[in-house]
């Protein structure tokens, strides 16, 4: 990775939104995909006008679902419990049959949606798998889809955090998935710190869908990849039917079974966390793991709102994901922050613009042990947005910043930046064409 870009003109540049007293003016500079305060470079370098818009770190997607992007809407999905949910999404899955050309266009839309609507992160919870009965080679085929999946990320330029999850895989298959995954897509994984290529652009992790779906026996077997790879563990925990069916099957809450089975410890994130007491809020933040918060998904599912303010307040760095398109139907990550914000007040004190736009950076960098993300600090990565706030729908607002989820819903950013390289420009995707991703992943489901 090298060259260097130089934006300019910006009317305000947020270098992260938890230190308000960082905005300034001036350029941004990028340096082989590296915020820089100055660049020396003999060539010239990319000139990005950002003509009077406010830049802001990368925005973070700490947990999706890109399988999902190929199965929104669907009939038997919307308004309905997650016992019903659950098979409704198998039964389309089964459909359209799960496999590495399936991953990869579902993908491409999905990474493609989140780079237009300023995600230069994503964190893909691949949960569903081929049916090994019916496979000469179950290991092979997911390793082909984790390789469609980087494949599709690196092709448009995103940041990819590729999670080799479960839902109800045996533990020994889930772990040779898992620990194949990791010698064919980070060869070098023994001096890659965190499960995290040279680059930064690909990072790998492990996590079972949660207690209502795996034993113990899988999250221990994952669990000890994780630490033989040194990778990130994330898993999803308390909202409705994980509560439900924890009590039904063990007598137990969820955060009482993964205490139990090793998962309360740092290096873990936790997704949801819609139904928890103040007792397991102080039980989390002492265990050291973080958060996701994904009210796009919980809120129109009613599996509640998690308590994002206790969490903060108790200590726990909290990231915020849209979860997949089959609860959610969109990726656009500052849209749910919107809705983060707006919900937040049902459950607590309500959260300043500021704050859920750092869960929405930053916070979502602190769980996936990257420090350099959601962040434009010198030395942090050169991701960044370019947002217009001169129109008709920002007019009249005192607090741009604050501006950027109060106004304009629905709101995309003019150009797109990650590690230096402009995947996004004048609103058009510039690293593929929208149209081909979305007539293959037509041709590939049907619809």
């Known amino acids: 990775m090298t060259g260097s870009l130089t934006l300019t003109g910006a009317s305000r540049i947020v270098e992260r939104f938890d230190d308000p007293t960082g905005d300034r003016g001036g350029d941004l500079l990028i340096r082989d995909g590296r915020v820089v305060t100055n660049a020396d470079d003999t060539g010239t370098p990319t000139i990005l006008d950002a003509e009077g818009g406010i830049v802001t770190p990368g925005l973070v997607n700490a947990h999706h679902h890109l399988l999902q992007s190929g199965f ?8 309905v419990p997650m016992r019903d949910w659950l098979p409704a ?7 359209a049959r799960i496999e590495a050309s399936l991953a990869g266009a579902t993908a491409g839309v999905g990474i493609a949606e989140s780079l237009l609507c300023g995600v230069t992160t994503v964190a893909d919870h691949q949960l569903n798998w081929p049916d090994p009965t019916t496979s000469d080679d179950p290991v092979g085929d997911t390793v082909a889809i984790a390789r469609a999946v980087a494949a599709a990320s690196s092709t448009l330029g995103a940041r990819l955090v ?9 533990p020994d298959a889930a772990a040779a998935s898992a620990e194949e995954i990791v010698r064919a897509l980070l060869p070098d994984a023994a001096s890659s710190p965190g499960g995290t290529s040279a680059d930064g652009m690909l990072q790998l992790a492990v996590g079972p869908a949660g207690v209502h779906s795996d034993t113990e026996e899988t999250f221990r077997a994952l669990a000890e990849v994780a630490r033989r790879y040194g990778l990130r563990r994330r898993t999803q925990a308390n909202e409705q039917v994980d509560t439900e069916i924890a009590l039904t099957r063990y007598g ?41 918060h994904a009210p796009g998904c919980d809120v129109p599912m009613g599996w509640g709102i998690a308590p994002v303010r206790r969490l903060q307040e108790a200590g726990i760095d909290v990231g915020l994901g849209t979860s997949g398109g089959g609860s959610n139907d969109a990726g656009h990550l500052l849209a749910d922050a919107r809705l983060a914000m707006q ?11 500021r704050d859920v736009l750092a869960m929405a950076t930053s916070g979502g960098g602190a769980g996936l042990g990257r420090a350099d993300l959601g962040i434009l600090s010198p030395g942090s990565a050169g991701d960044f947005c370019v947002w217009d706030v001169s129109g008709v729908a920002d007019a009249g607002v005192a607090d741009p910043v604050a501006g950027l989820l109060w106004a304009h819903p629905g709101r995309r950013p003019r150009h797109v930046v990650v590690a230096g390289r402009v995947v996004v420009r004048d609103y058009r995707l510039i690293t593929a064409d929208e149209a081909a991703l979305t ?9």
């Open 89 to 95: 999404m198998a039964t389309a899955y089964a459909a």
């Open 439 to 447: 007539a293959a992943l037509r041709e590939r489901v049907g619809r």
């Open 72 to 79: 929104r809407t669907l009939p038997g999905t919307r308004g």
């Open 252 to 292: 137990r809450r969820p955060l009482d079974l993964l205490a139990e089975w090793g998962w309360l410890e740092p290096g873990v994130t936790i997704a949801h966390l819609c139904d928890v007491t103040d007792e397991e809020v102080m039980r989390l933040a002492a265990a050291g793991v973080t958060a996701t």
């Open 162 to 170: 590729f999670v080799r999850g479960s839902a109800r895989d045996a």
């Open 343 to 353: 919900v937040s007040g049902l459950v607590g004190a309500a959260l300043p613009a």
